[in-house]
């Protein structure tokens, strides 16, 4: 039997296998033809280090890029998929090949597709394990016909989005179309930070990634709520990081909402939008999953991990099966939501949402 062929993890008590639904891969042919460009650097990789850039990473020139082999060998990733107790995984490019912060829309819009091609290719060798969210170049014209390409074309089971691109805003009126064809598809899109506000005073100890990431997302998605998006329209979205500092900050943006004539640009207030929105369960603590199950509810929480990145939860299934939660909402996590959501992953054989 051949390591594409491993059967999935079980989940708990002979349950479904567990589903990631954030996890990221840089395959080497989009790296090797981006090296070709130069745009990256690969002559680190054997050390795990990755140098992208910066028109293509959005990060300062020279900045390590961990890259772990499980970002590009499948068979190592689904060795690192059996070592976290995941059956299942839902890959997705991560937000350093999303071009956010780029002048260059052609460059954006080239590497994307490349991006999406490479993807697609990448978790077809992983069988029915593996599964691709295909990149949306958002704020960028031709955006929502790129993500119907990686729908209907590349056959990918859902989609991914930055919290920014093309100097735009998630809520802008360019992404329209992009917000329609979500709706209109109820296709499954993973929103995740693909930059930094005030990246300078955020330049030490880690600080992009470890703060201005989570109140990145939640900017992304405050906007997504008063810019109206999610009263125009239904998308099924997907914040990570446990939605980053949102939930916390739902009441704050409830009191703007009532208080502040700027804020009244919506007929609901922000809570009601915040029960619209689905979240990972990439939180890396016990007392905060259960708070954020407790805000969102059980049915708007999905495992992630954020593998295999340094900073990934590699106990996200044991930390959720933790929670002494009630064995149909432990399974809605672990795994029926996302087997919910995205339909095709029931086409799999066994596939038991």
Not at 52 to 62: D, E, F, Q, R
Request: hydrophobic share 45%; net charge negative.
């Amino acid at each position: 039997m051949t390591s594409t062929q491993r059967p999935a993890a079980p989940g708990s008590a002979g349950g479904p296998a567990a589903v990631d639904v954030h996890a990221h891969a840089l395959p080497m042919p989009l790296l090797r033809h981006l090296a070709g460009r130069g745009h990256a650097d690969l002559s680190q990789v054997d050390s795990g280090t990755l140098l992208l850039h910066p028109a293509v990473s959005g990060i300062a020139k020279g900045a390590r890029i961990p890259l772990p082999a499980a970002q590009y060998d499948v068979p190592r990733r689904l060795a690192a998929m059996d070592a976290a107790g995941i059956g299942r995984q839902l890959v997705s490019a991560p937000p350093f090949v999303f071009g956010s912060t780029s002048d260059d829309h052609e460059l954006v819009m080239e590497v994307t597709r490349r991006s999406n091609d490479a993807l697609a290719e990448h978790v077809a060798e992983g069988g029915t394990r593996l599964a691709a969210l295909g990149t949306i170049p958002v704020g960028l014209p031709g955006a929502a016909a790129e993500a119907a390409r990686c729908l209907d074309d590349l056959g990918m089971a859902g989609l991914t989005t930055g919290t920014f691109g093309g100097g735009r805003e998630l809520d802008d009126p360019a992404n329209e179309d992009v917000w329609a064809l979500l709706s209109e598809r109820a296709a499954f899109c993973l929103v995740h930070p693909s930059r930094a506000s005030s990246p300078a005073r955020l330049r030490d100890f880690h600080l992009v990634q470890l703060l201005g990431y989570p109140a990145e997302t939640a900017l992304a998605a405050a906007r997504l709520i008063f810019g109206g998006v999610l009263e125009r329209h239904d998308p099924v979205l997907c914040l990570v990081h446990g939605g980053g500092c949102l939930p916390g900050l739902i009441p704050r943006l409830g009191i703007g909402w009532e208080r502040k004539e700027e804020s009244r640009t919506i007929p609901l207030p922000p809570r009601d939008y915040l029960r619209r929105l689905h979240f990972d369960t990439a939180v890396f603590d016990g007392t905060a999953l259960r708070r954020l199950i407790e805000d969102a509810g059980h049915d708007r929480v999905l495992l992630g991990t954020d593998l295999p990145f340094d900073l990934a939860d590699a106990d996200a299934v044991a930390t959720v099966r933790a929670q002494d939660l009630d064995p149909a909402a432990e399974r809605a996590i672990l795994s029926g939501n996302a087997m919910r959501l995205i339909p095709s992953l029931n086409t799999a054989p066994g596939a038991t949402p």
